[in-house]
């Protein structure tokens, strides 16, 4: 069974604070995907990363890093948090293979006040 | 940048058949994907069809596939209340053409089912 899955199921921050989202993957896939969430717009990719080291902007990347040291492990930062930011952030991986499924993480419902 | 579309809300009552319709606009679409969200829960894979086929049935779930129209449907037969979440289409969008790539969701269809 594949599992996804993700440091926080809610986390509270202040505006300003440094915050680190983690997601951890036990299949060996090759993509990893970070999306937040929000009501009224859907899925939104924020960043997604094919390879280690490696990672690609999606629609949102503003405000927000990523980094990816180890293939099972995907992190999202945001450097200054805003209020703004307050959303659902699900995590995704995929083997990489044209067309694989996504797997999703459980999400991170983040409050920034 | 491709797009997919789908209405926000779908009421129907227990037992009734429930549709949920999606456009897309890729026109190199190869594989498109309904997504299923419970409530406080990640999104699970419920089926997926590949751009050659016009239909796929799983047991209570059809998909149907207009690919002329970019139209993309799911029936779910028999509708439960445990069938009640958000649902998700979604278009596999290859990058630099290659077999990687991400998805493009839609903005999801919250189904509520009445008793």
């Known amino acids: 069974d594949v599992k996804v899955t993700q440091s926080s199921r809610y986390l509270v921050k202040r505006t300003g604070e440094k915050v680190f989202l983690e997601c951890v993957q036990d299949m060996d896939h090759e993509n990893m995907f970070w999306y937040r969430q929000d009501p009224g717009l859907g899925l939104r990719l924020i960043y997604f990363s094919y390879d280690v080291k490696m990672k690609e902007k999606g629609d949102i990347p503003e405000g927000y890093s990523v980094s990816r040291e180890k293939k099972e492990r995907f992190s999202l930062i945001l450097e200054s948090a805003s209020t703004n930011q307050t959303s659902m952030y699900l995590c995704a991986s995929s083997s990489g293979l044209a067309g694989d499924e996504q797997y999703f993480g459980p999400g991170t419902r983040l409050t920034v006040t | 940048g491709e797009d997919v579309e789908q209405s926000l809300f779908l009421s129907v009552r227990e037992g009734d058949s429930s549709v949920i319709n999606c456009t897309y606009t890729d026109s190199s679409s190869t594989y498109l994907y309904w997504y299923k969200q419970e409530p406080g829960a990640g999104l699970q894979l419920l089926t997926y069809?590949?751009?050659?086929?016009d239909m796929k049935q799983d047991q209570r779930l059809t998909v149907l596939l207009n690919k002329k129209d970019k139209h993309l449907s799911l029936r779910i037969a028999d509708t439960q209340t445990g069938d009640s979440a958000i649902y998700f289409c979604?278009?596999?969008?290859?990058?630099?053409?290659?077999?990687?790539?991400?998805?493009?969701f839609g903005k999801g269809t919250k189904l509520s089912v009445k008793p």
């Open positions: 979604a278009d596999f969008s290859p990058l630099y053409g290659g077999s990687q790539g991400n998805l493009i």
């Open positions: 069809i590949f751009s050659n086929m």
